[in-house]
């Protein structure tokens, strides 16, 4: 029941966020909506999954990324039983990538 709450209160956020259209737009939302420290966690999770998804082993994203190891299991735990979309946009990034390499 909780979860169900929690959607429909935020619903108009996110509703928000599929109207962003450009990266700079998208920059801009986020620096007003969020404090630089709680953008700089998202960050470094989307850094620390991208990684992980890359098979980096955790010495290695501690280093590039500074994550503790506590944040590193969280975010693997996500990628190994979360609903599956963050890996999913880090596959689709990555497949755009290719993409526009192929077409270079």
């Known amino acids: 029941m ?18 962003i259209q450009t990266l700079e737009e998208c920059l801009d939302f986020f620096e007003d909506l969020c404090a630089m420290t709680e953008l700089r966690s998202m960050e470094q999770r989307f850094e620390v999954a991208t990684m992980l998804k890359q098979e ?10 500074n994550a503790s190891s506590a944040t590193i299991s969280r975010v693997n735990r996500m990628l190994n039983s979360g609903t599956g979309c963050l ?3 880090i596959d689709r990034m990555k497949d755009r990538d290719i993409d526009k390499a192929d077409k270079r």
């Open 87 to 89: 890996s999913d946009m």
């Open 2 to 19: 909780g979860r169900n709450i929690s959607k429909k209160r935020n619903e108009s956020m996110y509703k928000a966020i599929l109207e």
């Open 56 to 65: 980096k082993v955790y010495t290695e994203i501690m280093k590039s990324t």
